[in-house]
C-alpha cells in the first residue's frame, strides 16, 4: 500500500517563530488532508489539498502532486498551535481509505 | 458545526467487557464509514471499512471476531470491541466522507483495567 512519511518527528520552536512542515507520498493520490490533533485526540481538519496552495490565516498548505510531496507552513507560531500534525491520503487505488503518515509533533514554547 | 458524532468520548471499564461504540453521520448518509484505531505516540491505522447493508472489510491483522461492526442504517455504525482486554486500550474513531474532505468524529478513548 501507499507509504506516508511525515518530517520532522518532533519540532520545539519559540513562540513567534515559523515553521514547514513536511508530507512525502509514495504514490499518486485523488485526496490528501492536513489535521491538527489536539491534546483531547480531536482531529481537526485544517486543508483538503490533493494539489496546488491554500491558505487560512496563518497557516498555508502546497501539494505538488507530480513530485509526491505536501508542505504545511505555519507562521507567527503561538502556544495553541501545539499539538501533533498528521497528513493523509487516498490514494488513487485506495477506495476512499485514508492513509496517515508518521506525524509531527509541534511543541510551542511561550 | 459536527458533522460525525461519535459516543462515548471516554470508556473505562474491567477486562472481559464488551463495549460498543457508535459512530453517526449528522444531516447526512454514508454508506461507507472507516473505523481507526491510535495507540499512545502512535498515528492513526485503519482497521476496518464499515458498509451498510453488508460485511465489513477488515484490514489485515485486525479480528473481525473481536471488532464486530454493524453499519445498519445509512447514519449508524457501530463498533463492538468483544471481551476487551488491556491490549485493545487505545483511542477509537470514525470517519464519514462527505464528498471531499472526510469527516472524522472526535473519538472515543477506551480503557480496559
Known amino acids: 500500500g501507499i507509504q506516508v512519511e511525515q518530517s520532522p518527528p518532533d519540532l520545539i520552536l519559540q513562540e513567534g517563530a515559523n515553521s514547514t512542515l513536511r508530507c512525502n507520498f509514495s504514490?499518486?493520490?485523488?485526496?490528501l488532508q492536513w489535521f491538527h490533533q489536539n491534546p483531547w485526540g480531536q482531529l481537526i481538519n485544517l486543508f483538503y489539498?490533493?494539489?496546488g496552495t491554500k491558505q487560512n490565516g496563518r497557516l498555508s498548505a502546497t501539494t505538488v502532486a507530480t513530485e509526491r510531496y505536501s508542505l504545511l507552513y505555519i507562521s507567527s507560531s503561538q502556544t495553541t498551535d501545539s499539538g501533533v500534525y498528521f497528513c493523509a491520503v487516498v490514494s488513487n487505488f485506495g477506495n476512499e481509505k485514508l492513509t496517515f503518515g508518521t506525524g509531527t509533533r509541534l511543541t510551542i514554547i511561550p | 458545526g459536527a458533522v460525525v458524532s461519535q459516543h462515548p468520548s471516554w470508556v473505562i471499564c474491567k477486562s472481559g467487557t464488551s463495549v460498543k461504540i457508535e459512530c453517526r453521520s449528522l444531516d447526512f448518509q454514508a454508506t461507507t464509514m472507516f473505523w481507526y484505531r491510535q495507540f499512545p505516540k502512535q498515528s492513526l491505522m485503519l482497521m476496518a471499512t464499515s458498509n451498510e447493508g453488508s460485511k465489513a472489510t477488515y484490514e489485515q491483522g485486525v479480528e473481525k471476531d473481536k471488532f464486530l461492526i454493524n453499519h445498519a442504517s445509512l447514519t449508524l455504525s457501530t463498533l463492538t470491541v468483544t471481551s476487551a482486554h488491556p491490549e485493545d486500550s487505545s483511542f477509537y474513531i470514525c470517519?464519514?466522507?462527505?464528498?471531499?474532505?472526510?469527516?472524522f468524529g472526535d473519538g472515543t478513548r477506551l480503557s480496559i483495567l
Open positions: 489539498i490533493p494539489s
Open positions: 504514490d499518486s493520490v485523488n485526496n
Open positions: 470517519s464519514a466522507p462527505l464528498g471531499q474532505p472526510q469527516h
